[in-house]
């Protein structure tokens, strides 16, 4: 079932030009491309924070009929930020998505346990390290939408939420994305981690220059010559038995 319809989707000054894809309930997908592609700003004009022209279409209404508190309730964003804008404890901060939340308090506790938040609660946002600070934008994006009974029609929209995450929060973030996208949520997450997109994304979108080049699954897209189109140079493949990698060649 349809999730969220792009049609024809711009963004002034050819930051993003006449998108055109859909996400189903439960996908898992990737944008992929060079910096600069557009990757942010497709996120952010989804996000509503951006003006466009064409059609953003979640849960079969546009974006542009919802209240801001209503969209809110059905998707939420981890931006690329790299810095807390405001002074409060880590408590606080994550207390303003609780009053949107509908996430019992056990799921809470396991979600704070999980990305090791509870050592974090009374500490100041400004005194956290980039990871630390990461993971409780994160955390805040799931309680804001979790709700005990349904997930379905949500959406999760992360710019690049695998930066400054170690191996350990990352196998954390998969864990609770597969969760939200199995009850039927769906994530869309720009990322420059081919590896990991080829192991967990449903479908990537390959973009370059504000154009979507191409959409489909990860093992077939993530191929050598679409990711030297997509980003313009000369990409192999390192392949071995349990292992894939990428490199730039020189
Ligand atoms: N606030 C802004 N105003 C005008 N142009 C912008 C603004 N932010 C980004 N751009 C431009 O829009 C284009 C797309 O940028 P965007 O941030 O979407 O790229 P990206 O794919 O997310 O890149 P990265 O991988 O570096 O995060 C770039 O040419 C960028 O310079």
Not at 50 to 70: A, M, Q, V
Not at 118 to 144: C, M, P, T, Y
């Amino acid at each position: 079932m349809v999730l969220l319809k792009l049609g024809h989707l711009s963004v002034n000054n050819g930051r993003l030009n006449t998108f055109t894809e859909q996400v189903n309930y439960g996908e898992r997908v990737h944008l992929i491309g060079a910096n600069g592609a557009g990757k942010s700003t497709l996120l952010m004009a989804i996000a509503g924070e951006l003006p466009f022209s064409g059609e953003i279409i979640l849960n079969e209404t546009s974006i542009r009929h919802y209240k801001y508190n209503d969209l809110s309730r059905m998707q939420s964003m981890v931006i690329q930020q790299l810095e807390a804008l405001s002074f409060m404890p880590v408590f606080h901060y994550l207390s303003l998505y609780h009053k949107l939340s509908k996430m019992d308090v056990q799921q809470l506790n396991m979600l704070l346990n999980d990305f090791k938040i509870d050592k974090l609660l009374s500490k100041n946002i400004h005194h956290l390290s980039g990871g630390e600070w990461q993971r409780v934008r994160i955390v805040g994006a799931f309680i804001q939408l979790w709700s005990s009974y349904d997930l379905k029609g949500k959406l999760m929209l992360l710019d690049e939420p695998t930066n400054n995450l170690d191996v350990i929060q990352l196998a954390i973030l998969d864990k609770w994305i597969e969760a939200f996208c199995q009850q039927g949520g769906a994530v869309i997450m720009s990322t420059h981690n081919l590896n990991h997109s080829y192991q967990k994304a449903d479908r990537v979108w390959l973009i370059k220059e504000g154009y979507l080049v191409n959409s489909g699954a990860s093992a077939l897209l993530l191929d050598e010559k679409l990711l030297s189109t997509t980003f313009n140079t000369n990409i192999k493949c390192i392949n071995d038995v349990d292992h894939i990698d990428w490199r730039v060649l020189q």
